[in-house]
C-alpha cells in the first residue's frame, strides 16, 4: 500500500556509506629530512641542533609514543631555520649507542632514559660540603656498566679534605679519576673530557653547575648552595642540557641533581660481566651463586684464598652488588 511500510522492503534498503579516505601501508619517505640533536627537553618541545642552529621542534604523530631524550640523533623536516616562532618536526630517532637508564627505587618498573648517544659517565662528588655518598657513587657506577659506558670519578673541593680517603675505595675496581679544586685548574677534566660525550651526575651541591661553566663559560648554569642544617644541595639545573666543549673538544651533558638511584633495570648476575677478570674466576661456582659474600663455595672466594684474585678488588665489587639488590641509602 502506498505510503505504507512493509517488512520486505527491507531487503532493498541499502544504508548509506560513510566516505573514508582509502587506507595505506604506503608511508612518508620525508626524503628531505636532515639531521638533527636534541640539546634539551621542556614540557613536550624540544631543542634542536641542527647544522649549528638552535632549532625548535615537536614529535611528529607517527613517532607515537617513542621516548626522545636529550643526545638522541633525530631526523627533522619542516622549518629548520632557526628564526624566532618556527617549529619542525622530529619524523625518526636513529638507533641509539648507549642509553643511561634510571628507575625512581628499586621497586620501580619503570624505566627513565636520562640520556643517549653519551659514551662517558662522570660521577660528580664533593670530598666535601656536602659530605661524599659512596652507596649513590656505587650505583651510578653499576649503571654505567650497564650502558656501556666508561666511568669516571671526578672528585670536587679538594681543598677541604685529601682525596685519598676516597680513592681508596674505588682504586681496585679500575676506575679513573680526577681531583678538582675550588678555583683550580682543570687541565685534567678537560683531558679526560676531551673527544668524549660525557654526562655529569652526581647530587646537588658537589660543585657541578660550578665545573660546567668554567668548562662552556656561556652556559651560565644556576650554582646552589648546601644547607648547613640538611647538608644537602639545593637543586638546581631542572633538565638535562647538551653542551659543547669549547673549540669542539667534545660534549657535555649536564643533568639535574639527583638525590635517588634507582636500578631495577639491572640483573644482578649481569653484573659480574662488567669485570672480565673476575667473571672467569666464577666458572666452577655451583648452579645459581651471585657471587655474594655469603654464597658458600663462591669462584671468588677460592681465588681470593689461592692469591689469585684481589681481595680488595673483590670486595669492591661485592659493594657494587649489594648497591644494585639494596635501597639503603
Not at 670530598?127 to 672528585?155: K, N
Not at 677460592?302 to 692469591?307: F, T
Request: charged residues 30%; negative net charge.
Amino acid at each position: 500500500m502506498s505510503g505504507r511500510y512493509s517488512e520486505h522492503d527491507h531487503e532493498h534498503y541499502e544504508r548509506p556509506r560513510r566516505r573514508t579516505r582509502p587506507r595505506t601501508k604506503e608511508r612518508p619517505t620525508y626524503d628531505d629530512a636532515v639531521d638533527g640533536r636534541v640539546v634539551t627537553v621542556d614540557r613536550g618541545r624540544f631543542t634542536l641542533l641542527v647544522d649549528g642552529r638552535t632549532v625548535m621542534a615537536m614529535k611528529a604523530r607517527p613517532l607515537g609514543r617513542k621516548g626522545v631524550v636529550v643526545g638522541d640523533r633525530v631526523r627533522v623536516v619542516g622549518d629548520t631555520s632557526g628564526d624566532e616562532g618556527s617549529l619542525a618536526r622530529i619524523v625518526e630517532v636513529t638507533e641509539r649507542t648507549t642509553v643511561l637508564r634510571r628507575t625512581a627505587d628499586d621497586d620501580d618498573p619503570v624505566e627513565r632514559v636520562i640520556v643517549a648517544n653519551a659514551d662517558q659517565l662522570v660521577v660528580v662528588t664533593a670530598l666535601a660540603d656536602p659530605e661524599p655518598r659512596p652507596r649513590l657513587i656505587d650505583r651510578a657506577l653499576v649503571a654505567a656498566y650497564d650502558a656501556g659506558m666508561r666511568p669516571l670519578l671526578c672528585l670536587t673541593k679538594a681543598d677541604l679534605a685529601d682525596p685519598e680517603t676516597l680513592l681508596g675505595t674505588y682504586r681496585s675496581l679500575g676506575v679513573p679519576w680526577v681531583v678538582t679544586r675550588r678555583g683550580g685548574d682543570l687541565t685534567g677534566l678537560r683531558e679526560a673530557l676531551a673527544g668524549r660525550t660525557s654526562v655529569l651526575l652526581g647530587h646537588s651541591g658537589v660543585g657541578k653547575s660550578t665545573l660546567v661553566n668554567a668548562l662552556v663559560p656561556d652556559a651560565h648554569r644556576e650554582i646552589g648552595h648546601v644547607n648547613a642544617v640538611t647538608g644537602r644541595g639545593r637543586h638546581t639545573s631542572t633538565s638535562a642540557l647538551l653542551l659543547a666543549l669549547p673549540e669542539g673538544a667534545g660534549w657535555i651533558v649536564d643533568t639535574p641533581g639527583i638525590r635517588s638511584f634507582g636500578l631495577a633495570h639491572v640483573e644482578p648476575e649481569r653484573l659480574i660481566g662488567f669485570f672480565p677478570d673476575l667473571d672467569e674466576m666464577t666458572e666452577d661456582c655451583p648452579r645459581g651463586c651471585t657471587h655474594g659474600e655469603d654464597e658458600p663455595e663462591c669462584g671468588l672466594d677460592v681465588a681470593v684464598s689461592e692469591g689469585d684474585a684481589d681481595p680488595e678488588r673483590v670486595e669492591s665489587f661485592r659493594r657494587l652488588l649489594v648497591a644494585r639488590s639494596g635501597s639503603d641509602w
